[in-house]
């Protein structure tokens, strides 16, 4: 779309005094505008243009090929995904830098040096030049060299510093394979050096049978005097990892853990109760919060909504009533069927903060139900719904 030329006043608008002041021909469009503008545009050929970026990346830099898994289909749809996260936070400098800072140290764990940063840059300008070609102007292209350039910088300075901190990856050792159901499995892996992180968050797990090809799951205990790490995976139709990890792996099989990310983690500096709802395998960090909030002593007033499809696979029910039975503070409400329809009709919950996990659409319909309960959207806390549906796990 062209820009108005200098001098072209919109004439509708000079008579009425009372509008807020027009926003004036001459000024350019900032560059979030721009870089918005392209996405919007991209949207609907996003798949296309994705397959473009790749393909000149991989034949104009070979050396590149050995980062990705052989297999990219979910990979193609991730580099969209964030590109337009980048996009959305391109006018909160803020939260744009804490999200390239997070990319730029997950990705050690891929093998990403600088020198890989200019190629992709290429690949990825050439790509979006061919396939938003209706919108791109020589501003535009300024405006992406200019964020590129910055969220690259970025990225590679928070690897550099995490350098120094933490290692790229950690190996774990599967120590325990428990079979809960015919589909879910709770794993309890021994990592080959210390591995801190907060009760709630979450890690990319790697398998030795798909190179590459990374998972997230959340830690299913609080950080154990032990070490010890525990994971509760279903094998789901199409998830390589999760159907690995569930039907093959087994004790002595090595994995490779990315660090520690997510932010739904308990407060400890509030003191209003916690309701928690966990559906299916969403149980895991939920359980992890609830450990957190014991060891933490504060005996703040906890409700959890443990939510299946079917009885049989409220597979963690027994280790959440036992928590139940030694913590007084503590409510355990199983649910078969949809579970926030069941919570719905308790509330209201004045003085709660509410951590939802499980299926991304009951992570959706459970906030809008406790949002309509009158609880302020501030105190509800989930994972990423994008990371979660990116991930077949
Ligand atoms: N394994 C892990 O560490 C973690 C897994 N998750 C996510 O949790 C999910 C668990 O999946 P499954 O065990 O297969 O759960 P599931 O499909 O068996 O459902 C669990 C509960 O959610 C309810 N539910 C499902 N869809 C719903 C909808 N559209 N509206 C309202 N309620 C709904 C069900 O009725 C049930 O109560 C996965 O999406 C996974 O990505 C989230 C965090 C951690």
């Known amino acids: 779309m062209a820009r108005p030329s200098p001098g072209t006043v919109p004439a509708a608008r000079s008579d009425t005094p009372a509008d807020p002041p027009p926003e004036t021909p001459s000024d350019p469009p900032s560059d979030a505008a721009l870089v918005r503008r392209t996405l919007d545009h991209l949207a609907p050929v996003a798949d296309e243009a994705t397959a473009y970026f790749y393909a000149l990346l991989f034949s104009r830099h070979p050396e590149t090929r050995e980062l990705f898994p052989v297999a990219m ?21 803020a ?130 005097a032990d070490g010890l790490l525990s994971f509760h995976v279903r094998a789901v139709p199409a998830g390589w990892v999760s159907t690995s990890l569930v039907r093959r792996a087994r004790p002595g099989d090595v994995l490779r853990l990315g660090p520690p990310c997510g932010s739904m983690t308990v407060d400890h500096g509030a003191d209003g109760g916690l309701l928690c709802l966990g559906g299916g395998t969403g149980i895991a960090p939920i359980r992890a919060l609830v450990e957190d909030v014991a060891r933490h002593g504060t005996a703040r007033e906890t409700q959890v909504f443990y939510g299946a499809r079917r009885e049989g696979d409220l597979y963690d029910l027994d280790a959440l009533r036992r928590l139940e039975r030694a913590n007084p503070w503590l409510s355990v409400h199983p649910v078969v069927g949809p579970l926030p329809e069941a919570v719905g009709g308790r509330g209201p919950w004045p003085a709660f903060d509410a951590y939802l996990s499980g ?20 105190r509800i806390r989930h994972d990423d719904l994008e990371t979660l549906a990116a991930d077949v796990r």
């Open 73 to 93: 289909d979910a990979q193609r749809d991730r580099l969209f995904q964030a590109l337009l996260a980048a996009g959305r936070h391109a006018d909160d400098p």
């Open 95 to 224: 939260a744009l830098t804490a999200l390239l800072a997070r990319l730029g140290r997950g990705h050690r764990k891929y093998g990403t040096r600088p020198a890989h940063y200019p190629a992709v840059g290429h690949a990825l300008l050439a790509a979006l030049r061919r396939h938003a070609a209706e919108v791109w102007s020589p501003e535009t292209e300024a405006a992406w060299v200019r964020l590129y350039t910055a969220l690259s910088q970025t990225m590679i300075d928070a690897a550099a510093e995490d350098e120094g901190r933490a290692p790229a990856w950690w190996l774990g050792e599967i120590l325990a394979h428990e079979q809960r159901t015919a589909d879910i499995a709770v794993l309890t892996i021994r990592p080959d050096q210390p591995y801190p992180f907060t009760p709630g968050q979450y890690a990319a797990l790697e398998t030795p049978w798909w190179p590459r090809v990374w998972r997230h799951y959340s830690f299913a205990a609080a950080p154990r």
């Open 359 to 378: 299926p991304p659409p009951m992570v959706r319909s459970g906030v809008a139900v406790l949002t309509a309960a009158g609880m302020a959207p501030g």
